[in-house]
């Protein structure tokens, strides 16, 4: 039996993912989400919903700990662990603190999962390789086995890019919006623009840079675009933000 503790966007795409994939585990939710919770049940004949967070972790050989990071200290405080292995979905909390939290439990693994394990298409960092984190997750695409925590903590890192990416295509939808294009059209447009290109981004051999000159005609009009960007110091700002955040994931940094 699997169990999920935190039933959110993630979970989701874990559950959805293993549930469609070939031999579905059974797997038992948490109460927490009851909505959501009660979707993936109604979906799914292998998915079922515990009358507890405990009844969770009673009768699973391997729990996900989806919950908040905010959270997830209380709400694991007040379980009662036994000799099972457990996933971490969250981010920023290191094995040590893991370990702690969910004594006496030595088989820990901490995970990036994507939206895109939902489709099996899913790119995992896994630290440590444990089974069976590694075979799960191999069912929902491939695996990255990471040589330690502090490489772990800069794919967690890279993740915090992700609001931003949708702030930017906010942005530029709504510049033609405020240029007199119908808002709804506008984000439609700029939706379309960004997904097909989202196609260019699969398999094995990308190379970000050569893509980059390919859209950018010498003279034309992108290269001019990430001229003034640079020029604003958008790019080193990028930089910025990601060192702040790998050192807030790492404890250098409080938050604000």
């Known amino acids: 039996m699997l169990g999920v503790l935190g039933v959110g966007a993630i979970?989701?795409?874990?559950?959805?993912?293993?549930s469609e994939g070939d031999e579905p585990p059974d797997i038992l939710l948490s109460p927490r989400n009851a909505e959501l919770a009660a979707?993936?049940?109604?979906?799914?004949?292998?998915?079922?919903?515990?009358?507890?967070?405990?009844a969770v972790v009673d009768?699973?050989?391997?729990?996900?700990?989806?919950?908040?990071?905010?959270?997830?200290?209380r709400v694991i405080s007040e379980?009662?662990?036994?000799?099972?292995?457990?996933?971490?979905?969250?981010?920023?909390?290191?094995?040590?603190?893991?370990?702690?939290?969910?004594?006496?439990?030595?088989?820990?693994?901490?995970?990036?999962?994507?939206?895109?394990?939902?489709?099996?298409r899913g790119i995992t960092p896994l630290y440590p390789a444990t089974d069976p984190a590694r075979s799960l997750f191999a069912r929902l695409g491939h695996v990255i086995e990471v040589a330690d925590e502090t490489a772990f903590d800069l794919f967690s890192a890279a993740t915090a890019t992700i609001a931003?990416?949708?702030l930017y295509l906010?942005?530029?939808?709504?510049?033609?919006?405020?240029?007199?294009?119908?808002?709804?059209?506008?984000q439609q447009y700029v939706g379309a623009m960004f997904g097909e290109l989202a196609a260019s981004l699969q398999g094995s051999e990308l190379d970000f840079a050569k893509?980059?000159?390919?859209?950018?005609?010498?003279?034309?009009?992108?290269?001019?675009?990430?001229?003034?960007?640079?020029d604003e110091g958008v790019w080193e700002a990028v930089d910025l933000g990601l060192d702040r955040v790998q050192q807030r994931l790492t404890g250098k940094v409080r938050a604000s």
Not at 211 to 228: D, K, S, Y
């Open 164 to 166: 931003a990416h949708f």
């Open 79 to 120: 379980l009662t662990f036994k000799d099972q292995s457990v996933i971490s979905v969250m981010a920023g909390m290191p094995l040590k603190v893991l370990r702690e939290l969910v004594a006496p439990v030595q088989n820990i693994a901490r995970t990036i999962p994507l939206p895109s394990v939902a489709i099996r």
């Open 11 to 18: 979970a989701t795409a874990i559950v959805t993912g293993l």
């Open 211 to 230: 893509l980059m000159r390919e859209h950018a005609t010498p003279g034309g009009i992108n290269e001019l675009f990430c001229q003034v960007m640079g």
């Open 39 to 54: 979707k993936l049940a109604a979906s799914y004949p292998n998915v079922r919903v515990a009358d507890s967070n405990q």
């Open 170 to 186: 906010n942005r530029v939808s709504a510049w033609l919006a405020a240029h007199g294009i119908v808002r709804q059209e506008a």
């Open 59 to 73: 009768q699973s050989a391997v729990v996900f700990l989806c919950l908040r990071p905010a959270d997830a200290p």
